[in-house]
């Protein structure tokens, strides 16, 4: 066993920390108040790499593993969960599926810009009457004279509908029980974008309800093999999973560091609050949760990095992370006392924040379905 970073792996640590620490933090509640896409963080990020950290330098990736994006969607989590979800959902929703089943031609169209940053992309599962039950999808798209003519709606999808958003990959229906995947260009005719979702947390993270009415696609832009979407969905949603989880990590970190912060300035009975057992022993108890969510998270990627099934791990760790960061910011706040319930503190944005771990990618439930299913159950 080797518990140690590569200097690789510290250099994006420190690398993408102090981006979060000097660029994101002085701006983070601006932008939550104000619902506001980072559009300016985001140019940064590109040039610093972030947007496309696992896709092959050939493609305008940074041509990092695993672990390295892990680390790196952590320490952005640790400062704003918007900023983290932005490059999240970009990366292991909107680019991956297009890196692993396009053709080169579509992976040479596509790739260039989104591994860049220069452009945007969402991935479009939930449907309003398949959240959980993904593989109901409803939305058909029918071949007709060349072109694929898409009907139905999408919904609570991330990154659709920026000014710099390229394009979806959506689940559509293309026979009786066959679900495949396409790519729906931004702009396509008969395609149609909300405007911004109103959200309990996420806030500067954009998030769209899409429909599509006899919208048409070219026949080219089928992704993978017709009919395999389903399998692919899952394969993509097993990796999401890691990045979500790193999120839960990094969320509770920055919430376990603000706590401890605030528990050593407060004074109340005349000495800090932190020299009261029961403020340390909430606060041994947080920094134990983090560490063994952390090594959960690794682990799932570092198994994918080794090309060794790593499913099981991702959703475990999903699991966890999520559970864990909900206990971890609750307990922060209350270190908080009044103070965390108001705006100005950060905690309170973590707080409202984190709720939403549990849910996306699959809910807690759903990710104790799939472990009993690795369990053989
Ligand atoms: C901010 C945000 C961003 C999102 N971004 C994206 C995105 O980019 N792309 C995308 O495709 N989707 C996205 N989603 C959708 C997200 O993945 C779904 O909300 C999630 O999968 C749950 O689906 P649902 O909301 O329809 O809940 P439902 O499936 O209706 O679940 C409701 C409740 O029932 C439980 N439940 C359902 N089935 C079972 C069962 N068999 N056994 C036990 N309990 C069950 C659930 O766990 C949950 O507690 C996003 C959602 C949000 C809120």
Known sequence: MDFDFTEEHELVRRTVRDFAVERVAPVA??????????????AEMAELGFMGMPIPEEYGGGGADTLAYAVAIEELTRIDSSVAITVAAHTSLGTMPIFLYGTEEQKREWLPDLASGRKLAAFGLTEPQAGSDAGATRTKAERRDGRWVVDGSKIFITNAGTDITACVTITARTGEDEISNLVVPNGAPGYRISKPMKKLGWRASDTRELSFEGCEVPEGNLLGERGRGYQQFLEILDGGR?????MGVGLAQGAYDLAYGYAKEREQFGKPISAFQA?????????TEIEAGRALVYKAAWLKDQGRPFAREAAMAKLYTGELSNRVANWALQIHGGYGYMDEYAVSRLYRDQKILEIGEGTNEVQRMVIARHLGL
Not at 29 to 42: A, C, I, K, N, T
Not at 242 to 246: F, G, R
């Open 279 to 287: 403020i340390q022993f909430r606060l041994a108890d947080m920094a």
């Open 29 to 42: 509640e601006e932008l939550d108040r104000e619902g506001r896409f980072p559009y300016e963080l985001v």
């Open 242 to 246: 890691i990045s979500v989880a790193a």
